[in-house]
């Protein structure tokens, strides 16, 4: 009778131990409990161009965290055609960490494979990348996109290089994650390409 006594007791300190724990891994959001955060169109970087697609492909994107924060640069804006710049970036935090960088700007490359090289080799081994149809260049892997766009100007031909980098991977894998980062390079690149004239 002792022992069976003792065994429910055992059972039962170890049954309320576990619901303790769980209930604290819920209360801090611990595994399995995280708490993601929705990324709302409204608050998406405007360089990012279309809100709405830009915030669906973010949150399959994204890696959980309870909220996320965007910084939007729009450090050197295209004023006329004989001006020979244009900045914008984008980057998406979470957790405390960068989570996403989306980048564009007026370049001048000998070729577009040189471009490839120096703008997105240096994020992806190039075996990783594979071509899409975008501008005069485009390039995605699962963990990176980019589009090398022209953009008429007075003097050499220059080019809008865009440049989509998620640093740490959520949800979306593979194919899935690839489609997402050409779905945010093409808006990023139509947005670029209309703001440098």
């Not at 995280?34 to 949150?59: F, H, Q």
């Not at 994204?62 to 729009?74: I, T, V």
């Not at 997402?180 to 808006?187: D, N, P």
């Amino acid at each position: 009778m002792t022992s069976t006594r003792t065994k429910l007791v055992l059972a039962s300190g170890a049954a309320l131990l576990l619901v303790v724990v769980a209930g604290v891994a819920y209360a801090f959001g611990l595994p399995p409990f995280e708490k993601k955060g929705t990324v709302r169109a409204s608050a998406v970087c405007k360089t990012l161009g279309s809100p709405a697609d830009a915030a669906a492909a973010l949150n399959r994107l994204l890696p959980a965290e309870p909220s996320y924060s965007f910084d939007d640069a729009l450090t050197d804006f295209r004023t006329d055609a004989s001006d020979d710049t244009y900045e914008t970036s984008c980057f998406v935090n979470g957790g405390g960490r960068q989570l996403m960088s989306v980048t564009a700007e007026m370049a001048e490359y000998e070729n577009s494979d040189s471009w490839v090289e120096e703008a997105v080799g240096q994020l992806v081994s190039r075996s990783d990348l594979t071509p899409f149809t975008a501008g005069d260049k485009a390039v995605a892997s699962g963990s990176a996109a980019a589009v090398y766009v022209p953009c008429a100007s007075k003097g050499a031909p220059r080019y809008l290089s865009v440049v989509v980098d998620l640093k740490e991977r959520g949800g979306a894998k593979g194919a899935e994650s690839r489609r997402e980062l050409i779905t945010l390079a093409r808006s990023a690149a139509a947005f670029a390409h209309h703001k440098a004239k």
